[in-house]
């Protein structure tokens, strides 16, 4: 079993266009209008499964990893949140811009150049963030199996990712890539998408319970992201280590 998922290729393709993280009109405007539904989610989930009080650092007991963390889009209102943040990407230059724009924040982000499983920390946490990252690693079972290392037991994991489906392809590849130009054409590979059953598979093997899997689908009328029971294209799971 190889032990490196570090997918060269992918790590070069977001390296090149590292910059353009924190420009809400630019090639990761997708993810700007993605992140309102994504930090909800996990927010309100993460209460849930912890039993914590909703106020305005309701995350604040909380230590998280935020595998794949790109420029910080999420690592950071995780800590706005009040959880002990460390965002981990194989793209230096992605930790670079995380690192500038959290600094001129003030807030206290721990970032590292790492995939999981060369990160060196005997650190473990209650959340781990695998968001938009595993249909562009090389083998997803490896890198959950890297990646659930560093989850305390009963902590949970989120991972959201794209439905191997003919409707993906429409939607994620030829939708958002080729007639709406919302990303660069070859961001995805549909070879690399992941159906439910296979990503539960891969976190039952890696000592990992599916809490709840549920679909995010894009309403193009009011340009918003919610979540429904639509599994099709777009879905996050919640898993708990067991």
């Known amino acids: 079993m190889k032990n490196n998922t570090i997918n060269k290729k992918e790590i070069e393709k977001f390296s090149k266009i590292a910059s353009e993280w924190w420009d809400p009109d630019g090639k990761f405007k997708p993810l ?39 420029g910080g889009l ?16 194989a793209s230096q230059q992605n930790i670079n811009i995380a ?4 600094s001129k924040r003030k807030l206290k982000i721990k970032y590292i150049c790492s995939s999981p499983e060369k990160l060196n920390i005997k650190e473990k946490f209650d959340i781990i963030l695998n968001m938009e990252i595993i249909e562009h690693v090389d083998d997803v079972n490896v890198f959950l199996k890297n990646s659930s290392k560093f989850l305390k037991k009963n902590g949970i994991m989120f991972v959201a990712t794209l439905n191997k489906t003919f409707k993906s392809y ?19 590979e549909w070879n690399k998408f992941v159906k439910p059953s296979e990503l539960i598979e891969f976190a039952e093997k890696n000592s990992m319970k599916t809490e709840k899997i549920d679909g995010v689908v894009f309403n193009p009328l009011n ?9 099709s294209v777009n879905y996050i799971a919640q898993f708990k280590k067991i």
């Open 170 to 188: 429409l939607f994620a590849i030829v939708g958002a890539e080729y007639i709406l130009k919302w990303l660069p054409i070859g961001t995805h």
């Open 32 to 70: 700007h209008k993605f992140n309102p539904v994504r930090i909800e989610y996990i927010k309100e989930n993460s209460i849930k499964h912890f039993k914590l009080k909703y106020n305005k650092l309701p995350l604040r007991k909380l230590k998280i990893l935020d595998i794949g963390c790109g």
């Open 99 to 102: 690192k500038i724009h959290s």
């Open 223 to 231: 340009q918003t992201w919610n979540i429904k029971s639509d599994t």
């Open 74 to 89: 999420l690592s950071e209102p995780m800590s706005r949140l009040g959880a002990d943040v460390t965002g981990i990407d």
